[in-house]
C-alpha cells in the first residue's frame, strides 16, 4: 500500500530463473530426459549454499564484536540452527538424485566434461569461512584445493584465507570465557583434584575386588591408568601443545579451557546459548560429514570405479575427505575429559551468582 | 573430449540463478535479513515445481500412448516415483521456511504488496495437468482460480483446461483394463456372487452367535446390510452414476472396475506396474494433500487471523481447500469395494496365462 | 567395574520385549505376513508415548515450580524439544505402515474386533496431561471419550482431568510474566498508543495516495478498520472475555499479555528461553496435528469409507478431530497482533538492565 | 465377530511391552532421568530389528525358489522396499538419541557395564543372513565377531554361517539369468565388439583432435586405456577370477554378468522387477552403511576416545567397519562397466519378444 506494488514472478524474478536450465543434450541433439534433474539438482544446491553463507557471513560479523552481547548471542544461535536446519533438508536431495540411474546419467555425462562439483565457488567459500585450512585438506591431484575456480574466484580465496574464519573467532570467544578464575577460586585446580580423587577411589574399588581374578585385575588398572593420562593434557599447557602439534586438537589452550567449562556447567543461565552454539556447530559439523560421506556414496554408484567427470579419482577421494574435513573434532573429543555431573565441583556461590538473571527469582 | 568443454558456473548458469536474489527491504534501506530466506525458499519451491512439470509432461505423454507398451508403463512409474520422491523434499522446506518467525516475516512483509504464492503460475499449471478441474475448486474471492495471473497465462491456462488432462487420461488407460471379460468368465458376476455370498454366510454367524444378545445381533446386521448396500453401486452402472453426479466418484464405471481389478489381482505379473502406478498416485495426492495442510498450519503461525499477502483471507482458505482439491480420492474410496484376498474369485488359468511371461517360469 | 555386571539382553529385557509379538492370524491358522509389521508399528508407537509420557511429566513438575529457577527452564526447553524431535521420528511410521496394502490389511483385519486406537491408554493420557479438555473434543458416538479404556483407566483419566494441565500450568506461569508495569512505565498503554498510532497513519496514506481509485480507498480503509478492531480485545479484558467465552481464546487475560510480551520483545535475554518454550509447544502442536492428519489419510487409504475396527465412523471422525483437538492455537492467533519490530515501543533502559544478566558485558 | 473378541491392550500386549523399562540408575538410587530415552532408543530398534528379520526371512525363503514364479519376484521387491523403508525411518533415531548430551550419558553409563551393542543378537543374525561373512569382517579384538553373545545365541550364529546368505541366493539366482546366450546370438561377444568398437573411436577423436597438445593427447589416451584395462575382466573369467581372489568382486562370473544385463536391459519388461530389487538392495546397503557411519561420529561424540561400553575401542572401530562390512558392493562397482544406452548391442526380435507379455499390446 505505502510501497509501489510487486507481483510473484517480477518480485522472484521467474524469468532469470526458470530460463537458466539449458540442456546440453539437447543442444547435441540427443536429449537425455534426466540432465534436467541433474541441472535443477545442482542449482537449488547453490541456491541453500547462497543462503547458508548469507548466515554464516552474518554469524561471523556476530563473533567478531568483543565484548559480544548476549542478544547478539541468541542470534547467531538462532542463525546456525537455521543453517543446521536447511542441511538437514538438504541431505534429503540425494534421495532425489539417486532416482537418476547410472544408466541415464551416461545419456549425458559425456557432455559435461570437464564440469565438475570440485568448481563449485560457493561450497570452497563455505568451507574457508568455517575454517578449513588448506594445510588440513586431503591432498587432491596436485596444486592448490582453489586450482579449478576462476582466476578472480581463486584471488578471492586466497584473500579469505587470511581473514579469521568462524572457527578462529569461535577460538578467540572461547578463550575469553570468565569465571575460569577468581580471586578465590581456581576451576582448573579443583578439576584436577577431583579427577585424581576419583581415579584413586575407582582404582582402589578394583583392587579390593574379591571377585575379580588377577589378570582382570591387572588389565583394568591399566585402562585406568591409560585414562589418566589423556587427562594430564588438560591440565599441563606444554603437553597440551604437544598433541596441537600433532594434530590432535585444533583449539588453542584457554580455548579448550573455555569450552569445557560451558559444557559441564551449561546448566547456568549465562552458559546455556554458549552450550548450545557449541552444540549446534557439532550438528552442523556432523550433518557436512554425512553429507560429504553420501555424495562419495552416490559417487560409487554412479560410476563405479570411473574417473569422475572433472577428473577427480572418484569416490575414494571423496570418502577419504570425508574424516579429513572434519571442522569441529575438537568439540567431539572434548567428551573425553567429561566426569559426571554429580561429582563436579561446585562453583562457589559468588561465581554462580553472576551467572544468573539479577532480580532472580522473581516473582513467577 | 569429443564435445566443447564447458565448466560448472557456465553450464549451471550461476550468474543468473545467483543474481536473482534482490531484497526489497534493502531496496527501501531497511534491510530485514530474513528476506534472503524468503525469496530463497520460494525460488527453490519454483525450482521444483519446474522438475516436477517436466516430469509430468512426460507421463502425460506417455498415458497418450495406445496401446501403451509396457516399458513405456515402467517408464512412467519411474517418473511418477521421483515426483513422489520431490515431494518427501520439499515438504521439508517448510521446516526451514519456519525458522523464519512471524515477527521477523513482519520487517518485510509490507514492501512485498500484493505478491502472493495464489501468483505462481507453475503450481496452477501442476494443478490443472494433473486434473483438478475449475468446477472442483474451492471458490477464491471471486472470479476464476487464475484471475491473479497475467493475461498471457491465463490464456495459456485455459488452453490447457481443454486437454486432456493426467486423470482424464488415466480413466480412458483403466478403462481400457483387459481381462474383465470373456468368453467363459465374466470377472463382475464372479465378484458380486462372491460378495453377496460373504455377506449371507457373516449374517448367518451373527444370527446364530448364541452370545450375542439380541440388540448386538439387530446393531450387527444393521452394519452389515448397509455395508452391503454400498457394493450395489459397484454392480449397477445407474446407481453407479447416481454417485458420479453426487461428486462422490470422479472416475468413470468402466475405468473403476479396471482399477478395481488391478488392485485386486496386483501379484499378477501384468499388473504389478498398474498396481503401482496408482498407488504412486494416491502417494503423490497424499504428499500434496498434506503439504497444503501443513501450509495452511504456517500461514496461521506467520498471520494468526491477519490478511494473507495476496488479500486472501489467510489460513482458512487453505486449509479449506486441503480436502476440496485432493485428486485422486477415487483410489482411496476404491478400498471400501475390496474383499480378503483368500475369498477372491479365482481367475481362470486361460487367463492367467495371459497375465505372464511366455516361457516363464524358465529355469531360473 | 563398582556395580554388578550387566549385560544387553538382561538389560533391555531382550525377552519380554522380542516375545510380545502374537499373531491372531496364526492363531486361527490363517497367517498374514502383514500382521506383524502392524503389530510392531503400533509397539514402537507406544514405547515412544511412554517416552513422550516420561519427558511431559518431568516438565508439568518443573512448571508447577513456582518462582521458577532459570535453570529449570532451560530444563523444560530441552525436554520439550525432545519430544518435538520424538514426534518428527515417529510421524514417519506412517511411511512404514503403508507399505502394508488395503488387501493385506483385509486378511487379517476380522480376527483384531473390536480392538481400536481409541483403547490407547497413554494417548488418551498424553491428550489429557498436555491440556485437552474434554469439553473441547469432538463428540465421538455417545458417552465420554474415554469409554473405551478399561475401568481402571478410565479412575486414572477422571482423575488427571482435575489436575492442573501442562496448558493450565503455562498460563499461571506466563500470567506471573514481570516488566508488564512498573511505576514509571505500562507496557499496554504504551502498545496500544503505538497501535492506534501507526493505525492512523497507515490510513493517512491510502486517503492521500493520489493513485487509488475511490473504491480502492474505501476497500484498504475497511481493511484497516476491522483490523483496528480485533486489537480491541487485547487492551480491554471485558472484550477479551467475550472472544473467551465463544472458544476463541484459552489463555487468561494476563497470560496472553505475557505472552505476546515475550513474543514481542525475545531478543532480551531473559526472554528468550521463554520465547523457545513457546515457539517448542506450537511446533509440537502442529506435529501432533498432523499426525492425525496424516492418520486420517492413511484410514481413507486402507479402509475406504468402511468401519473402523474400534466401530468408528472411521477417517472422517479423525480428519474433523483435527482441528478440533488442537491445543495451543492461542500462540499461533497471537501472530494477529503482532506489529513491525521498528515500531515496537522502547523499553525504558531501567527495566532492559533487569533483563540481562548483572555484569554484561564482560571481557569476552 | 465371528472371532472371539480381543482389546488393544490384550492384542498389543501392552502390560510386557510397557513394563520392560527398568532404570539401573533407579535401582542403585541415582536416577538418571534419561536412562529411560536410552532404554526406549534400543528397545525400538530391536523391535525394528525384528520386523526387519521377519522381511528378510520371507525374502531368503523366496530366493531358494528354483524355477521363481515372477509373482513371488514381486513380493520379494515388494518386502525389501519395506526394509528399506523401515531403514529410513530408524536412521532418524539417532536424532532422537543424540538430545542425550554425552554429560547426560555420563550420568548413568557406569551402572550398565559391560552390556554393549556388540551383544545385539538380532543385528548378528540379520548381517550374517544378508551375507557378512566372518573372513569379511573387520577383526575386533580377539576371537569372533560373536564372541560377546550367549553360547546359545552362538550356536545359532555357528548353525547360520552354514546356510546360504541372502547374497549367495541372489548370486545363484543372477547366475541362472537368461537371455545371455541363444543359438543365435551371444552377448557377451556383442558387447565386447562395442566396447572395443566404442573405445577405439574415442581414440581416434582424441588423436585426430588439431586443438589438443601433445601432452593432453598423451594423457587423454593413456586414461582411456586403463579404462578398457578394466573392462578385460569382464569378458575374461580367468582374469575375473583373479579380481575375485583379491576381494574386488565378490560375484560368481556368470552372476555379475546377470546383473550386468538386467542393469542395461533393465527397460525389458521381465528386466523391471529383477532390476528394482538390484537396486533396492544397493539402497539398503547405503542405508546400513549410513547408519553405521553416523552410530561411530554419536560414539565419537558422547565418549570422544573413552573407551565403549563393551571395552570396544571405540567410535574409530565402528567407522573402519562402515566401509568393511558393505555388502553389495559389487553392484556399485558395476557401473564401472556401462555404456551409453544408444551404443548399447540391439537384442535380436525373438528375443525381446520372450521378454514381454504375450498378447502385448493388448487394446490399451
Not at 574457508?128 to 596436485?142: F, I, P, V
Request: charged share 25%; hydrophobic share 40%; with cysteine.
Amino acid at each position: 500500500m505505502k510501497y509501489p506494488p510487486i507481483g510473484y514472478n517480477e518480485y522472484l524474478q521467474m524469468d532469470a530463473l526458470l530460463g537458466a536450465q539449458k540442456l546440453r543434450s539437447v543442444d547435441f541433439k540427443n536429449p537425455a530426459h534426466d540432465e534436467m534433474l541433474f541441472i535443477i539438482v545442482h542449482q537449488t544446491y547453490e541456491l541453500w549454499f547462497k543462503q547458508i553463507l548469507f548466515e554464516v557471513d552474518s554469524v561471523i560479523e556476530i563473533f567478531k564484536l568483543n565484548p559480544m552481547p548476549e542478544n547478539s548471542l541468541g542470534l547467531a544461535l538462532h542463525r546456525l540452527e537455521r543453517v543446521k536446519s536447511i542441511f538437514q533438508l538438504i541431505s534429503g536431495q540425494i534421495d532425489v538424485l539417486e532416482t537418476m540411474t547410472p544408466l541415464d546419467f551416461l545419456e549425458f555425462r559425456d557432455y559435461l566434461y570437464p564440469a565438475s562439483g570440485f568448481q563449485s565457488f560457493q561450497f570452497r567459500l563455505l568451507e574457508t569461512k568455517l575454517g578449513l585450512k588448506e594445510a588440513d585438506r586431503l591432498n587432491y591431484n596436485e596444486g592448490p584445493f582453489y586450482k579449478y575456480l576462476t582466476p578472480q574466484q581463486q584471488d578471492e580465496i586466497k584473500e579469505l584465507l587470511k581473514q579469521p574464519s568462524l572457527f578462529e573467532l569461535m577460538d578467540q570467544w572461547l578463550a575469553r570465557t570468565p569465571y575460569l578464575r577468581d580471586e578465590t577460586f581456581c576451576f582448573w585446580t579443583a578439576y584436577q583434584e577431583t579427577v585424581e580423587k576419583m581415579f584413586a577411589e575407582d582404582m582402589k574399588v578394583i583392587e579390593e575386588n574379591p571377585l575379580l581374578n588377577p589378570e582382570a585385575k591387572v588389565r583394568n588398572l591399566q585402562m585406568m591408568k591409560s585414562s589418566l593420562e589423556t587427562f594430564k593434557a588438560l591440565f599441563n599447557e606444554k603437553e597440551y601443545m604437544e598433541l596441537q602439534k600433532r594434530g590432535i586438537f585444533k583449539l588453542s589452550y584457554p580455548a579448550l579451557h573455555g569450552a569445557l567449562l560451558i559444557q559441564l556447567y551449561r546448566d547456568q543461565a549465562i552458559l546455556q546459548t554458549p552450550f548450545k552454539i557449541i552444540k549446534t556447530l557439532m550438528d552442523i559439523d556432523e550433518l557436512i560429514t554425512q553429507w560429504r560421506y553420501r555424495h562419495s556414496l552416490m559417487a560409487h554408484r554412479m560410476l563405479g570405479t570411473k574417473i569422475g567427470t572433472g577428473g577427480s579419482s572418484g569416490h575414494q577421494y571423496l570418502k577419504d575427505s570425508t574424516e579429513k574435513h572434519k571442522l569441529f573434532s575438537d568439540f567431539f573429543n572434548l567428551s573425553t575429559f567429561f566426569i559426571p555431573r554429580n561429582q563436579l565441583p561446585k562453583l562457589p556461590k559468588e561465581l554462580t551468582k553472576k551467572m544468573d538473571f539479577p532480580e532472580y527469582p522473581f516473582p513467577r
